[in-house]
């Protein structure tokens, strides 16, 4: 079993629509959790950065953490066409700046105007 | 937010030589820099961890003396493919984390090198 899975899609959706993107992981240990997008032939953004179980919202992103059932979320609002990009869920055991990032294998999204 | 930029963002090179890559934090200090290679449509595959003023921790099968990298400064490291080969051809991309916050890391825009 992968540290962490995650549904590489493709997922096409309209214009609007709201957009659910999820990861499953098995380290019990895992506290940090991050969302990066990723478009084409560039480098990764962080988007959202949790700390253990909870929501948290910033605009039309929500990030869902439950740590109980090894589960995190990202959710899009009013989804738009610039939203088109590669979704990577990322997490670590430790805020130390040396710990590194065990990453799903991403979600490919499209949003169609 | 934090910026992190790449040096060259392209190159091409012929099969022997040697390609070096700067990844620079513009506007915070990193203790620690990532650099990762990724191919066509995968993920991220962590190559070498670097924390300033200290040998870089490589990952299994990342051959250190192939790929030397080098973090002198809290705002530089370097990322050097010795004796490049075709095979070598990816995308390399470095992140950069700081003492500030939960340790976020910030990519660089990457730098996408191909060895004939």
């Known amino acids: 079993q992968k540290e962490v899975e995650q549904d590489p899609g493709p997922l096409s959706v309209p214009e609007g629509a709201i957009v659910s993107l999820n990861c499953t992981y098995s380290?019990?240990?895992?506290?940090?959790f991050m969302w990066y997008r990723q478009y084409s032939r560039k480098g990764p953004e962080l988007l959202m950065y949790t700390y253990s179980s909870g929501n948290k919202e910033d605009g039309r992103f929500t990030a869902q953490v439950d740590k109980s059932s090894k589960y995190i979320s990202l959710f899009i609002r009013d989804s738009q066409p610039s939203d088109s990009a590669t979704y990577l869920c990322a997490m670590k055991a430790s805020g130390g700046s040396n710990y590194k990032l065990t990453f799903g294998k991403g979600t490919l999204l499209t949003v169609n105007p | 937010g934090a910026v992190v930029s790449q040096h060259p963002s392209r190159v091409i090179c012929k099969s022997g030589t040697s390609v070096k890559i700067e990844c620079r934090s513009l506007d915070f200090q990193a203790t620690t820099m990532f650099w990762y290679r990724q191919f066509p449509k995968k993920s991220l595959m962590l190559m070498a961890t670097?924390?300033?003023?200290?040998?870089?921790?490589?990952e299994q099968g990342v051959e250190k003396d192939k790929f030397l990298i080098n973090h002198a400064s809290l705002t530089l490291s370097t990322l050097t493919v010795t004796s490049a080969h075709p095979e070598d051809s990816s995308f390399y991309i470095c992140?950069?984390?700081?003492?500030?916050?939960?340790?976020?890391?910030?990519f660089g825009p990457g730098t996408r090198l191909t060895v004939l």
């Open positions: 380290n019990s240990a895992f506290q940090y």
């Open positions: 670097s924390n300033e003023g200290s040998k870089a921790t490589y």
């Open positions: 992140s950069a984390s700081g003492l500030a916050g939960m340790g976020e890391q910030f």
